[in-house]
């Protein structure tokens, strides 16, 4: 098994990841989070995977310095033009993640990595790397497909003979994420090289919603409620994905 780009599912991702409400509530959580653990001064900000560059923009109309670094040629590209259109300026390169090292000199203030591990082969490998781009005492804002939240979400539906047989990665052609992650087994492989700071769930019941209760559902009401449970004891951990806030050591 490779790591999975989407050169040619660009468009379909997009929609699916960014789309609706699942999009919204997405970007109103790591938003949130950001602007809460970030010093109040210009960083210079590596964003790894950074897809169509939502994340990277935003950051970057907050008067940060954004390098975008995305192997894919259709989301790189989709990104430049989200920059043009917004009047914003940033670094891009095209390049993988095991590629960055010899191409970035200087280490970052902050390191995004969204969604980006659970499409690895073997995901644990970038950590090393990450640490290598952040500054000491620099922040990684890590966001992960969640293995407990995809478990959940199949007993829930019943999937009995797909957990017996462990089979919840997504097909090659699938949006659903190769590589889930057990965020017991990521704590442990963070280790001595990160503290995590802050932990909030993304999508915490939305996606657990029966589909009609979601179409009648208004945004900012959804918005509201997922950003007031997203650390939640009892709720945090069913995220479709967690996001955590990591401070190098």
């Known amino acids: 098994m490779s790591d999975r780009h989407f050169d040619h599912l660009a468009t379909r991702f997009a929609e699916k990841i960014y789309g609706g409400a699942k999009g919204a509530i997405r970007l109103a959580v790591l938003q949130a989070d950001l602007t809460e653990s970030l010093p109040q001064r210009p960083l210079r900000v590596l964003d790894i995977g950074a897809g169509l560059g939502h994340m990277s923009l935003w950051l970057a109309e907050r008067g940060h310095d954004v390098t975008l670094a995305e192997p894919a040629a259709p989301m790189l590209e989709g990104a430049r033009q989200r920059f043009a259109d917004a009047g914003q300026s940033a670094t891009f390169i095209q390049a993988p993640w095991q590629d960055l090292n010899e191409q970035l000199a200087e280490p970052y203030d902050l390191v995004l990595c969204h969604a980006v591990l659970e499409w690895l082969a073997e995901p644990f490998t ?21 293995r407990d939240a995809l478990i959940y979400r199949n007993l829930l539906k019943g999937h009995f003979r797909k957990m017996r047989k462990n089979t919840l990665a997504g097909e090659k052609q699938s949006l659903t994420p190769q ?19 802050t932990q909030s769930g993304v999508r915490v019941f939305h996606d657990y919603m029966p589909t009609d209760f979601q179409k009648k559902a208004e945004l900012a009401d959804l918005l509201e409620m997922e ?3 997203r650390r939640h004891p009892a709720f945090a951990g069913l995220g479709r994905y967690l996001h955590w806030m990591c401070r190098a050591v």
């Open 227 to 229: 950003l007031a449970h």
């Open 179 to 197: 590589e889930p992650l057990d965020p017991r087994e990521l704590a442990a492989q963070l280790g001595a090289m990160w503290r995590v700071e």
């Open 126 to 146: 970038i950590l090393p790397v990450l640490r290598q781009l952040t500054k000491p005492d620099g922040l990684l804002s890590l966001a992960f497909y969640n």
